[in-house]
């Protein structure tokens, strides 16, 4: 069974996969590039924030196939870190771009939460 506990230690990958669904609704909605750049790096910068929390849990086995230890806190603080540099690095490159722009930001944060699942794992199966 998931405790309490085991959410906190999923927190960044819960708020990254919360934010690719609300991004993609708000393409589906209205596009709007200021709004989805900005919901991306919101919930971006919750996960970084995030961490915080999943430290003070420590270390643990959330399945079999995770497991959240100092290492993947630091690789899941990069993979943000980068996700976040490159979702705002782009904004202005993309304003200029004629084409869809908003479903960028939606790979971004794909990527960023197939990275933070990577960051997590604990057995080879998990790759797949």
Known sequence: TITPQNLIALLP????GLTVVVVM???AWRRNHFLNATLSVIGL????VSLWFVGQAG???VTPLMRVD?????YTGLVLLASLATCTFAYPWLEGYNDNKDE???LVLIAALGGILLANANHLA???
């Open 13 to 16: 990958l819960l708020i990254v």
């Open 70 to 74: 100092g290492f993947a806190m630091l």
């Open 59 to 61: 270390a643990m086995d």
């Open 126 to 128: 998990s790759l797949f």
């Open 45 to 48: 910068n919750a996960a970084l």
């Open 25 to 27: 609704l708000s393409i």
């Open 104 to 106: 960028f930001y939606l």
